[in-house]
Every structure is written in C-alpha cells, then in structure tokens.
C-alpha cells in the first residue's frame, strides 16, 4: 500500500533528491503502465504545485478512419500521433501530431524542450491560458519516443537543467 508523499522544501535539487526514492518505492513490483505513469504525475504534482503534469503516449491514430483512409495511414510514417495519458491539472487537448506544438517538437527532435515563455515558442498549444512556462521529455525506449511527459507551470522561466536532469531520470525509471 502506497504511503502519503512526504513533501520537502528546500532547493529544487532538494525537492528533486526527496522524491526520486519515494517514486522508485511507488514503481516498485508494479507494471502497470498507466498505474505507474498516474502515480509520477499525482508526485509531481504533489510535490512542486505545477499548473499540468502528465504524460502523452506515441500511439496509432487509427480512430474515426475510412477503411480506405486507415490503409494509406498504415503505409505511411504519420501513423502515430501523441494521445493525452495519465495527468494532474486542467483538462487538456488529447490528440497531438507530431512536430506540433512542444509536445510533438520533443517527439520529433526525440530531445528534451525547455521553455521559458510559451508565447514564443512558435506553433505552441495552448491547453491551458494560464500556462506561461512548459518543459517536455521524451520518454525513448529502443531508440523510439514511446511517450512525453510534460510539465506546465503558470510562471514564466520556472524550468532549467535541474528539471532537465531530474525529470529525465525519472523517466528512465518508468518500465514501458
Ligand atoms: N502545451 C503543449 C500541449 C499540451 S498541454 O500543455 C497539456 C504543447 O504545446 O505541446
């Protein structure tokens, strides 16, 4: 049985350092993609208050499709798309194409993406008005993203190579 989160305060790399166990102890003997997946997101959340944590999974864009339409989508490399996965925060858009938006640039460019005001970043998705400062890492397993974790917060400039370096570890963590 899970126990609560024990919140730190401190530095971000403090913060950072305090959760990394307790979330290796909630994927502990447990496989269940999107059990572990829900739990890192409520950790996050919990943890640093961020405005949207949560993750888009790579997945077939197979839904509402001629049959006509599905066999050209199948033949070509556009047949993923990122679909809205386990989260904390305001509902968001479901769907992204790749190259759009930070999500779909961190997927195509398989890179992490920091930043610090998403009124520049061009071709942005606003799920949220609030959202003034976004990172995203690509989850990659096999060479392949299999998925995103995004995190979005209601400051600007609130994301650097801390995050970065924490938030990639712990997607390393995640058994897909
Ligand atoms: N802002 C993201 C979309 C996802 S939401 O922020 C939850 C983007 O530009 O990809």
Redesign the pocket.
Known sequence: MAEDLHIVAGTKADQYESLLPQIKGLLHGENDLVANLANIAAALKEQFGWL?V?F?LVKPSFAHLSNEALAKLKASEDKDELVLGP?Q?PV??TR?KKG??????SWQEARTLVVPD?GK?P??????SL?RS?I?IPVIRNNHVVAVL?V?SSEYNQFDSTDQHYLEQIVSLVPF
């Open positions: 949207w949560g888009y989260f925060g968001a858009c992204i759009r938006g930070v999500c779909g640039a998403v970043f071709g942005h998705i606003a799920c949220s959202s976004e995203v995004d979005d």
